[in-house]
């Protein structure tokens, strides 16, 4: 945006206004205490679940593999289809309340211990730090002109980036395609045209974010931040700067009490600054940058430590324990109803998926004709019979129709199977007297029971026939 001096004498003055601010690397400092050991332990074990997972084995196939072009997803012992798309329909729904219940109690934590985002970019940090050294080193080597140092050390960063990124684009993937298969044609340049976009994608979305963007991510893109306050409360726990303690800040030599300073417990430092993965200053109060990590807290409690003082500057606590000094309270309303319904929908989705009949039957009408009428006077319904085995094993079946009398039904195969996991479609005629057919539309049953167990199904149908013969 520009304007001129309306003043001809003088030469016009340009001002220029950035719309957007340009960043600044962040080189958070490596801290150690509980919230770090707990970081650490959630890295370790949401890392170790993700590229474990896919390669174990359930009954000599994949755990866990989210077959598109086959419609089917194997969990575990269970095999679900598009049928069942209630069942993740309820599981988005524990998610999304699990979010509002833990945000309630106590703020983003998800954002600074199991978000994807956090999760990679802890993993990219700490091979950054393996190979440029500490916070101070690496500012250091940023500052230094190019030599064979500083790209040895920035070359192996980032090779070492961008096979993480690749074998983690691999092993997403290999949650949608089997990935001893996947890992078996990846040397022969054998895969599929989808299954490359996916990896490459996947991969540099990876490096992206994890290597480059960062704390970008937390600040500009992710939408959750910006809609946080509206679950919320005054009795949340959040990290809080102790301003009645910490005020006014100065430096001082260890060992002396800074009341006869007149000075707070914040000696200056900025190391929470230092340490914060989106470089702010929690003694500015609550930011919506902040993700909750609670690195500050160790970095300060570490301080603390070293200076004879109480820990607990920088602490979880909520504004009405700040304001008011009263203890936390837990069991307040929002807390118990959000735990209530979140604990009956998962009891409520465990149940379902526990009761769940692995057997289903469609049934579907020839569409080419309503009936027609045999050489023997009977009329003739066909249909096509889809019968799905959700099962681990493969089953027999009987059937029987039920619902009009006198009514005879013949298929193509006397024996009713299907493989697990697989669909069986069988065409199934319907001969019936026409006498025995009070109106044009009759109601039937289709009863469905496999042999070796009491699993069974009902599922009903209409036979269509002529109008009946009034006299």
Known sequence: MTAKNQDSSNPPEVLVQELYQKREKIYPR??????????????????????????????????????????????????????????????????????????????????????????????????????????????????????????????????????????????????????????????????????????????????????????????????????????????????????????????????????????????????CVQACPTGIDIRDGLQYECIGCAACIDACDDVMDKMGYAPGLIKYTSENSMETGIKYRLFRPRIIIYASILIALFIGTIFAIAIREPLELDIIRDRNSLFRETGNGLIENVYTLKIINKDIIEHQYELQITGLEGMKFHLQKKEISAAAGQVTEMPLRIEIDPVNLKQRSSQIFFNLKTLNSDVSIVEEARFLGPFPDRN
């Open 30 to 271: 490596e801290v150690h205490g509980l919230f770090a050991a707990l970081r650490v332990t959630g890295v370790s074990v949401l890392l170790g679940l993700y590229y474990v997972l896919p390669w174990l084995l359930w009954d000599g196939r994949q755990a866990i593999l989210f077959d598109l072009p086959e419609r089917k997803f194997y969990i575990l012992g269970m095999i679900f289809w598009p049928q069942d798309f209630i069942y993740l329909t309820l599981m988005l729904v524990l998610a999304a309340l699990s979010l509002f219940f833990f945000t309630a109690l106590a703020g983003r934590l998800w954002c600074g211990f199991a978000c994807p985002q956090t999760v990679w970019t802890e993993a990219f940090l700490w091979i950054e730090r393996k190979i440029e050294g500490s916070r101070q080193r690496q500012m250091k080597l940023d500052k230094s002109p190019w030599n064979s140092n500083k790209l040895l050390k920035k070359g192996s960063k980032h090779l070492i980036w961008i096979v993480f990124s690749l074998f983690t684009g691999l092993t997403f993937v290999g949650y949608f395609s089997p990935i001893r298969d996947l890992f078996a044609a990846v040397p022969l340049l054998a895969l599929g045209p989808w299954e490359w976009f996916w990896i490459i994608f996947y991969s540099f979305a990876t490096y992206g974010n994890a290597g480059w963007m960062r704390e970008q991510v937390c600040i500009y893109m992710c939408p959750y931040a910006r809609f946080q306050s509206a679950m919320i409360d005054k009795d949340t726990l959040v990290i809080s700067y102790d301003k009645s303690r910490g005020e006014p800040r100065g430096s001082r030599k260890k060992g002396i009490d800074p009341e006869s300073l007149n000075l707070g417990s914040c000696i200056d430092c900025s190391i």
